[in-house]
């Protein structure tokens, strides 16, 4: 019987070594991993000389912008901009407009998302004002709850000892995590000043918000999962608790790159939450990845419209795009030896489907999900001219690149094609995705 669909003579990773194979694909799985010469017959094949033959990124922090805020992205836009980065996995955010906060909501994003998806897409819903309430049937269909204490999803919440414990308890009955952005800073604050806004959204804030949550968290269990840790500090606090499932954390690529001693902040297009740190807070995250302090890298890819970011500092927008820019960069660390493949495949594709119950995501072997990008190496600069997502401002304006995906296949289907999309809305992709 012939198998659907031959990925050939591609490099694959095992391991720290690549070698020559090539990978076939069957109903919309990967059937094997094969020696050149001893492939099954396939109805398709796809030469891969030279290429690399990688699992597809799973970018667990995406803000995808649907329903109301579609002006600044949306399911369709961002699902592209996905595939055109790698990234074959996205997992929504809930501060959108509505926030996801019932399963009406969930159910309306869900329709919207299928209408219009290029890759995956998995939900996280908000905690709503009275955690008592929150609805049980949005369970099957979410990977995880998230919490912003600095910028509630609901008016007039504050994140007070019982509301951690009760969020927290959440998690523990469900047996998702509870994502945090940790940041004790009040709701309420109006930064008048450059410094205000950063004293306010300071590394001490960052770490007093994850403090308070771990005490919530040692009194009544359940899971955090610490989102865009940006400090050393917090590192040192995230490797003190540390706990297998129960602790978990992720870097964004903005936060590894860039510090904000190379930005004069006149403007917004740097300006994303938590802030730039310094270069010595950049290098404690590297470590920490080396370290598996940090579990995984996602884009916190937070799209807003040119004219939100072309502002003075403090009254931009807060968020940057990423779907198009974290794999690039962390391959290029990987390609320029500062990273190993072992790392990269861990943080970028493995741990993120571990923590988040994907059990048949997030690796290239026999079994597993068809979710696969073809690279590249060849050098070019980022240009967020040429991004797919609608935000094309981004503080990494020209940075070098030796990596470039230029194949998505997501479940078996070939969805990006050397940048043109070759499969219309709603055909690639299971939304939502769910636990396995
Ligand atoms: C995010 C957004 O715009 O939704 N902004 C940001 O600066 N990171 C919100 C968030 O992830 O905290
Ligand atoms: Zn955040
Ligand atoms: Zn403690
Ligand atoms: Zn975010």
Same mark, same amino acid.
């Given at each position: 019987?012939?198998?659907?669909?031959?990925?050939?003579?591609?490099?694959?990773?095992?391991?720290?070594?690549?070698?020559?194979?090539?990978?076939?694909?069957?109903?919309?799985?990967?059937?094997?991993?094969?020696?050149?010469?001893?492939?099954?017959?396939?109805?398709?094949?796809?030469?891969?000389?030279?290429?690399?033959?990688?699992?597809?990124?799973?970018?667990?922090?995406?803000?995808?912008?649907?329903?109301?805020?579609?002006?600044?992205?949306?399911?369709?836009?961002?699902?592209?901009?996905?595939?055109?980065?790698?990234?074959?996995?996205?997992?929504?955010?809930?501060?959108?407009?509505?926030?996801?906060?019932?399963?009406?909501?969930?159910?309306?994003?869900?329709?919207?998302?299928?209408?219009?998806?290029?890759?995956?897409?998995?939900?996280?819903?908000?905690?709503?004002?009275?955690?008592?309430?929150?609805?049980?049937?949005?369970?099957?269909?979410?990977?995880?709850?998230?919490?912003?204490?600095?910028?509630?999803?609901?008016?007039?919440?504050?994140?007070?000892?019982?509301?951690?414990?009760?969020?927290?308890?959440?998690?523990?009955?469900?047996?998702?995590?509870?994502?945090?952005?940790?940041?004790?800073?009040?709701?309420?604050?109006?930064?008048?000043?450059?410094?205000?806004?950063?004293?306010?959204?300071?590394?001490?804030?960052?770490?007093?918000?994850?403090?308070?949550?771990?005490?919530?968290?040692?009194?009544?269990?359940?899971?955090?999962?610490?989102?865009?840790?940006?400090?050393?500090?917090?590192?040192?606090?995230?490797?003190?608790?540390?706990?297998?499932?129960?602790?978990?954390?992720?870097?964004?690529?903005?936060?590894?790159?860039? /510090? !904000?001693?190379?930005? *004069?902040?006149?403007?917004?297009? %740097? +300006? @994303?939450? $938590?802030?730039?740190?310094?270069?010595?807070? =950049?290098?404690?995250?590297?470590?920490?990845?080396?370290?598996?302090?940090?579990?995984?890298?996602?884009?916190?890819?937070?799209?807003?419209?040119?004219?939100?970011?072309?502002?003075?500092?403090?009254?931009?927008?807060?968020?940057?795009?990423?779907?198009?820019?974290?794999?690039?960069?962390?391959?290029?660390?990987?390609?320029?030896?500062?990273?190993?493949?072992?790392?990269?495949?861990?943080?970028?594709?493995?741990?993120?489907?571990?923590?988040?119950?994907?059990?048949?995501?997030?690796?290239?072997?026999?079994?597993?999900?068809?979710?696969?990008?073809?690279?590249?190496?060849?050098? /070019? !600069?980022?240009?967020? *001219?040429?991004?797919?997502?609608? %935000? +094309? @401002?981004? $503080?990494?304006?020209?940075?070098?690149?030796? =990596?470039?995906?230029?194949?998505?296949?997501?479940?078996?289907?070939?969805?990006?094609?050397?940048?043109?999309?070759?499969?219309?809305?709603?055909?690639?992709?299971?939304?939502?995705?769910?636990?396995?």
């Amino acid at each position: 019987m012939a198998v659907d669909l031959l990925l050939k003579n591609g490099k694959t990773v095992i391991g720290d070594k690549t070698a020559t194979q090539s990978v076939a694909i069957n109903a919309g799985k990967i059937e094997g991993i094969y020696k050149i010469g001893s492939e099954p017959a396939s109805r398709e094949v796809i030469e891969c000389e030279n290429l690399y033959i990688l699992p597809g990124a799973i970018d667990t922090h995406v803000h995808l912008r649907d329903l109301k805020l579609s002006e600044k992205e949306d399911f369709a836009t961002g699902t592209m901009a996905a595939a055109a980065g790698g990234v074959t996995t996205v997992v929504d955010m809930p501060n959108s407009d509505p926030p996801t906060l019932s399963r009406a909501d969930l159910d309306e994003k869900i329709a919207e998302a299928q209408a219009k998806r290029f890759v995956n897409i998995g939900f996280y819903a908000g905690v709503p004002k009275k955690p008592s309430d929150f609805d049980h049937e949005m369970v099957p269909d979410i990977l995880g709850a998230k919490v912003y204490p600095h910028s509630p999803l609901v008016k007039r919440v504050s994140y007070t000892k019982p509301r951690m414990e009760a969020c927290l308890k959440i998690s523990a009955e469900y047996g998702f995590p509870l994502l945090i952005h940790p940041d004790a800073s009040s709701p309420s604050a109006m930064p008048e000043s450059l410094d205000e806004y950063f004293h306010l959204h300071s590394c001490e804030n960052e770490v007093e918000s994850l403090r308070r949550f771990l005490d919530a968290q040692n009194k009544v269990g359940g899971r955090i999962h610490v989102c865009h840790v940006s400090c050393a500090s917090t590192v040192r606090l995230v490797e003190e608790h540390r706990a297998e499932e129960s602790l978990t954390a992720e870097a964004c690529p903005h936060h590894l790159f860039l /510090s !904000g001693d190379g930005f *004069e902040n006149i403007d917004g297009t %740097a +300006k @994303i939450l $938590p802030p730039l740190r310094s270069p010595y807070d =950049a290098s404690s995250l590297w470590d920490a990845i080396r370290r598996c302090t940090i579990d995984i890298v996602v884009s916190d890819h937070a799209p807003h419209t040119e004219q939100e970011k072309h502002l003075p500092f403090l009254e931009a927008a807060s968020g940057i795009p990423g779907l198009e820019t974290t794999v690039p960069l962390l391959l290029t660390e990987v390609l320029q030896g500062r990273l190993s493949w072992v790392e990269y495949l861990r943080c970028c594709c493995s741990a993120p489907a571990r923590i988040f119950g994907l059990n048949d995501k997030g690796v290239l072997a026999r079994g597993y999900d068809a979710d696969i990008m073809i690279v590249s190496v060849e050098e /070019s !600069g980022i240009s967020g *001219e040429s991004f797919v997502s609608k %935000a +094309k @401002i981004t $503080p990494l304006e020209g940075r070098r690149i030796v =990596a470039r995906p230029v194949k998505t296949i997501v479940g078996g289907v070939l969805v990006y094609d050397e940048g043109k999309f070759v499969v219309g809305r709603g055909v690639a992709g299971r939304v939502p995705v769910r636990k396995t």
